[in-house]
């Protein structure tokens, strides 16, 4: 089972940018669709970016879908979430799982601990 460690959060004003990583742990790392998921207080957690195993296919929430990008380095067994354009919306606790690809829903309860991701002026 993959374990996940997310990281680059952090407080950035409105229009700013930041780029999350995501680090796994696991030999199959490179089998599974990996997605980001977010969850703002008082919210469920939603599905914002997926890629495919391969990395060739990508799927996006329509409230991220031209600012925000997925990619991924199998031979790091590292995803990333390149955000830019931000708004007061997209803050929320930001994390990475095994997902299917394109309809980013969650397979599994492998999650790690998340990381903070706050826009705010």
């Known amino acids: 089972q993959l374990q996940f460690v997310e990281s680059g959060g952090g407080l950035v004003q409105p229009g700013g940018s930041l780029r999350l990583s995501c680090a796994a742990s696991?030999?199959?790392?490179?089998?599974?669709?990996i997605g980001w998921f977010r969850q703002a207080p008082g919210k469920e957690r939603e599905g914002v970016a997926c890629?495919?195993?391969?990395?060739?296919?990508?799927n996006y929430a329509d409230s991220v879908k031209g600012r925000f990008a997925i990619s991924r380095d199998n031979a790091k067994n590292t995803v990333y979430l390149q955000m830019n354009s931000l708004k007061p919306e997209d803050t929320a606790i930001y994390y990475c799982?095994?997902?299917?690809?394109?309809?980013?829903?969650?397979?599994?309860?492998?999650w790690g601990q998340g990381t903070q991701v706050t826009v705010s002026s």
């Open positions: 890629i495919t195993s391969s990395g060739f296919a990508t």
């Open positions: 696991g030999i199959y790392f490179s089998y599974y669709g």
């Open positions: 799982s095994v997902a299917s690809c394109p309809t980013r829903a969650a397979v599994g309860e492998s």
